[in-house]
């Protein structure tokens, strides 16, 4: 059975620094990982989303790893500003339906 | 573009009532899942449909069943209200189906239902 792992559950850092998430899970046979940004009360915004034969993709101040024997992802935020305070969600595909979601990281930052 | 659009916003139903929400998916997408998220939890997987056949089930009981139209937008209905329904009900459009991009998740905004 899939499961999905965010560490940590909660960060708060300074605005300006660069800062790494970590999602990990335990099938590596997925289709796809994709990262999510969640405002409070909000829907689910797509930030990236890496295919299962990529190692990385970029946007702008954020890049996604993916290290599927390991079943590992990171999600990088160069330069963090105030503005990317919200809840970093990661999910995978494990058949062409179905998203396994990780509980979230809770990102706060400090003027 | 407008983009994955859900109703109603927020609800407040009783123990035992029906509720319907309603998704309707970006223009040019087939593909409607329907996921349910409790406060402090990621979404939990309820339902996928693609080109109006039930694609996927999560583990859900028989009171919750979906349905979609000609156009691709969706229905989730819950039937008998428990304490515990009452969560953030998110749908999701994707192109399509089967591989590659064509299966990135766009989601709506959500309906809040409360049951009390």
């Known amino acids: 059975k899939q499961e999905v792992t965010q560490i940590p559950a909660a960060l708060s850092v300074p605005e300006g620094e660069n800062l790494v998430l970590n999602c990990s899970f335990t099938d590596s046979a997925i289709y796809n990982l994709q990262w999510f940004r969640q405002d409070p009360g909000k829907g689910l915004t797509s930030l990236l989303l890496?295919?299962?034969?990529?190692r990385e993709q970029t946007s702008g101040r954020l890049n996604a790893s993916l290290d599927k024997s390991s079943g590992r992802s990171t999600l990088y935020i160069a330069a963090s500003q105030p503005g990317d305070s919200a809840t970093y969600l990661c999910a995978v595909r494990v058949s062409k339906g179905k998203l396994i979601f990780g509980q979230g990281t809770e990102l706060s930052v400090k003027p | 573009d407008a983009g994955v659009t859900q109703s109603p916003t927020h609800l407040i139903k009783t123990r035992g009532q029906h509720v319907t929400l309603r998704c309707s998916p970006i223009s040019g997408h087939k593909s409607v899942s329907w996921y349910q998220q409790v406060l402090g939890q990621g979404p939990q997987f309820i339902f996928q449909?693609?080109?109006?056949?039930?694609?996927g089930r999560g583990n859900f009981p028989d009171r919750f069943s979906a349905r979609q139209f000609p156009n691709y937008s969706s229905e989730l209905n819950v039937n008998a209200l428990l304490l515990g329904d009452s969560a953030l009900y998110l749908c999701?459009?994707?192109?399509?189906?089967?591989?590659?991009?064509?299966?990135?998740?766009?989601f709506g905004q959500g309906t809040r239902l409360t049951v009390v």
């Open positions: 449909y693609y080109e109006k056949e039930e694609r």
């Open positions: 999701a459009s994707s192109l399509g189906f089967f591989q590659g991009l064509n299966t990135e998740a766009f």
């Open positions: 890496i295919q299962s034969s990529q």
